[in-house]
Antibody
Framework: QVQLQESGPGLVKPSETLSLTCTVSGGSINSYYWSWIRQPAGKGLEWIGR???????NYNPSLKSRVTMSVDTSKNQFSLKLTSVTAADTAVYYC????????????WGQGTLVTVSS | QSALTQPASVSGSPGQSITISCTGT?????????VSWYQQHPGKAPKLMIY???KRPSGVSNRFSGSKSGNTASLTISGLQAEDEADYYCCSYANSSTHVVFGGGTKLTVL
């Protein structure tokens, strides 16, 4: 059974960079599209972006200037970096897998809370 | 403000049917048969319930069905059960620039 696990600091200072990693187990990271999705407390879901195992990326236009995603197939991991964070970036961050470019997310991580605060 | 519009809340009694709407535009819902629906219980990750407008993943109850008319997609849950009480989100492919858009979510209360 495919499992995804987010990891990274739970607290980030304003103006600094948020860095998260998603580790994939129970299956290969190859030939899938991997997304990051976030959810502020009590609010809805927001797609951050996706990366294919070739390294090709697509980002939410509203976050594009601050987002970088990368993939390490040797470690079965992919990562998110979000720069210049503010309190508005405080949210639960999920990683998720899609089978194709426009496919839905069947597999999700449990989510990790990242708080932006000094 | 979310790109897709959903009612904030809906409710129904056990055994009844409810429908949640998801209204977009001709740039997303109206142009692509790529609407998916996710169920989210408190503190849990979303779960895929419907994809490509009306398809159910393996293991999802046939009480859940999806449809689309014009720029509006809908999720119908029949034979409501207490376990259906959750938040529901619609999601659509948009275009090669925007890529993916979500609805704001609908809280379903089973009375």
């Amino acid at each position: 059974q495919v499992q995804l696990q987010e990891s990274g600091p739970g607290l980030v200072k304003p103006s600094e960079t948020l860095s998260l990693t998603c580790t994939v187990s129970g299956g290969s990271i190859n030939s899938y599209y991997w997304s990051w999705i976030r959810q502020p407390a009590g609010k809805g879901l927001e797609w951050i972006g996706r990366i294919y195992t070739s390294g090709s990326t697509n980002y939410n236009p509203s976050l594009k200037s601050r987002v970088t995603m990368s993939v390490d197939t040797s470690k079965n991991q992919f990562s998110l970096k979000l720069t210049s964070v503010t309190a508005a970036d405080t949210a639960v961050y999920y990683c998720a897998r899609a089978g194709g470019y426009n496919s839905p997310w069947v597999y999700w991580g449990q989510g990790t809370l990242v708080t932006v605060s000094s | 403000q979310s790109a897709l519009t959903q009612p904030a809340s809906v409710s129904g009694s056990p055994g009844q049917s409810i429908t949640i709407s998801c209204t977009g535009t001709s740039s997303d819902v109206g142009s692509y048969n790529l609407v998916s629906w996710y169920q989210q219980h408190p503190g849990k990750a979303p779960k895929l319930m419907i994809y490509e407008g009306s398809k159910r993943p393996s293991g999802v109850s046939n009480r859940f069905s999806g449809s689309k008319s014009g720029n509006t997609a809908s999720l119908t849950i029949s034979g409501l059960q207490a376990e259906d009480e959750a938040d529901y989100y619609c999601c659509s492919y948009a275009n090669s620039s925007t890529h993916v858009v979500f609805g704001g979510g609908t809280k379903l209360t089973v009375l």
